[in-house]
């Protein structure tokens, strides 16, 4: 992995995306490309003008590199007592603060330190790497401000697959472990099971145990997404998953290619979850981030007959009844 450093210019920034979202009302990267380089990435997409990327001759698609700032925690400590009207801060939203590039800078700690050493501001954690659990100690002195959420993107028996789309995140095991011992340690927990790949963890019975692990590491919320459709994501997934020898896992992907078939796979998903979330606890805690451009008109009116949890997105976000995620 080659790390490069690079300068930044901000530091807490507002976020109305993830605001919509229901996540955060503002965000702090650490960098533009994160080191865990998972294959369904969107960074490079949504980063792809950045002028990082141009500085350091860096093609924002690639992988095999991380751009880390590590100067990052200064200008967080300056906009966090700088800025009047505070919130929850999401760390980060386009990289990971705990990937090992950051790690060797301590840039979560750090920022989190910064953030939480002002009043009125919350942190929502949101990190492929068990290296977090180092940093309890920090949280257990604000255990009230801070909410704790590794991703988990399948179950543990699934962790070779993982390994092929997510090369340096933390075993997936690894990241449950630590989702439950931040519950044990009385820390605020909430799930993020995203993205739910087909073929990997979209089945009925793997996400009914995705919910389960949630339920006992006593998640808050229970966050999903379906897998972005657009981007070079689902290809280069697809790909990896061939060139390891995941046949099955890399069909499914290339099934959902089509629009059609995306369509579907997310009626199913959005099914399942709710289906389980309403058997196992409270179907208020379900968010699922629902973008409904791809979808088939079909599709989109047979959710909408059920939407409890969708939280819609995007342009057609005005169609769906304001506060229909908690009904
Ligand atoms: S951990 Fe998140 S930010 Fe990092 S490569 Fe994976 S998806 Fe991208």
């Known amino acids: 992995m080659r790390v490069y450093e690079y300068a930044l210019k901000t530091g807490i920034t507002r976020t109305k995306e993830f605001q919509r979202k229901r996540l955060a009302t503002h965000a702090v990267n650490v960098g533009t490309k994160c080191g865990h380089g998972c294959t369904y990435c969107s960074t490079g997409a949504m980063l792809r003008m950045h002028s990082s990327f141009r500085s ?8 095999g ?42 840039l979560g700690r ?49 962790s070779d697959v993982l390994t092929a789309v ?3 995140a933390s075993p997936i095991a ?10 044990a340690r009385g820390l605020r927990t909430y799930a993020m099971l995203c993205p739910i790949l087909p073929g990997i963890a979209d089945a009925p019975e793997q996400v009914d145990s995705l919910v389960k692990l949630a339920v006992a590491c006593g998640a808050e919320e229970i966050f999903t997404e379906p897998i972005n459709a657009r981007g070079p994501g689902l290809k280069a997934t697809q790909d990896a998953l061939d060139s390891s020898g995941f046949r099955t896992e890399a069909a499914a992907i290339a099934q959902i290619r089509r629009k059609r078939n995306w369509s579907s796979y997310v009626v199913s998903l959005v099914e399942n979850i709710q289906r389980s979330v309403r058997a196992r606890t409270d179907i208020t805690k379900l968010r699922i981030l629902l973008y409904p451009s791809g979808l088939a008109s079909e599709d989109e009116a047979r959710i909408h007959q059920d939407d409890a949890g ?18």
């Open 65 to 106: 590199y991380a751009i880390v700032d590590p100067t990052t925690p200064e200008r967080v400590a300056r906009d966090a007592r700088r800025i009047q009207e505070r919130g929850t801060v999401q760390l980060c939203t386009t990289v990971d603060a705990w990937a090992p590039e950051a790690q060797k800078h301590g």
């Open 174 to 183: 690894q990241r449950v472990a630590v989702l439950g011992e931040a519950h």
């Open 166 to 168: 997510e090369p340096n």
């Open 56 to 63: 350091l001759g860096l093609n924002p698609f690639g992988n």
């Open 110 to 158: 750090r920022c989190m330190e910064a953030i939480l050493s002002e009043p009125m501001w919350n942190v929502r954690i949101l990190t492929k790497n068990a290296a977090v659990v180092h940093d309890y100690g920090l949280i257990e002195r604000h255990r009230d401000r801070v909410l704790v959420g590794l991703s988990i993107t399948a179950t543990p028996d699934k």
């Open 310 to 327: 969708v939280i819609w997105l995007g342009k057609d976000t005005a169609r769906a009844p304001p506060d229909n995620a908690q009904s």
